[in-house]
């Protein structure tokens, strides 16, 4: 199906857009339209980032540059910040949002919203970094491999130094809960839909 000329300036002519001066004036009044739409006044719809297999979308941006709109997201790079560790690993839901409980309830990845991750990545760091073991139930049985990172042989200056490290090995009761329960509450502090 042809588009007329004149048709096709009125799609081209729609979108979000973020200038004032389509509104009325405070003293309610109409507004004369003195120049055209322009590109810095445009506004792009949200990305509304959901948990899932990775989608992320580029977009071209003023400049030139590139932003990166995450879709869909799966994983991510969390920092356990007491301890200076940073792992990548799966977000498993959204649990809080301060802003917005609709958010929660469509599991919607924003900034400073609360999720689940999983702990296995740190608890793994954990017990190799202080050979100790993280997040056990009482008379749990171990792996050879992590039986064998826990209780690995290792040379007297190697073993004071493991021991100097036991002396700040003390964690929150309420994180070792986690722990055992496989789940950490973590705070998303990127912006999905601008960085990816």
């Known amino acids: 199906m042809g588009i ?31 120049h055209k739409k322009r590109k810095y006044e445009l506004g792009r719809p949200a990305a509304n980032t959901k948990i899932g297999p990775r989608r992320i979308h580029t977009v071209r941006v003023r400049g030139g540059n590139k932003k990166y709109r995450a879709l869909r997201l799966d994983v991510g790079n969390f920092s ?69 990172i826990l209780n690995k042989k290792r040379s007297k200056k190697i073993q004071k130094k493991y021991d100097e490290r036991k002396n700040n090995a003390k964690i929150s009761s309420l994180l070792e809960e986690q722990f055992q329960q496989g789940k950490l509450l973590a705070c998303i502090a990127s912006r999905p839909g601008q960085c990816g």
Not at 14 to 19: A, L, T
Not at 112 to 135: F, K, M
């Open 4 to 34: 007329s000329r004149d048709n096709w300036h009125k799609r081209r002519a729609m979108g979000i857009s973020r200038d004032n001066w389509h509104k009325r004036r405070k003293t309610g009044g109409k507004r004369k339209p003195y």
């Open 80 to 148: 356990w910040g007491s301890e200076c560790c940073t792992r990548k690993t799966r977000i498993i839901d959204v649990v809080y949002n301060a802003s917005n409980n609709e958010l929660v309830r469509t599991k919607t990845l924003v900034k400073n919203c609360i999720v689940l991750i999983d702990s296995t990545p740190y608890r793994q760091w954990y017990e190799s970094h202080y050979a100790l073991p993280l997040g056990r139930k009482k008379g749990a049985k171990l792996t050879p491999e992590e039986e064998e």
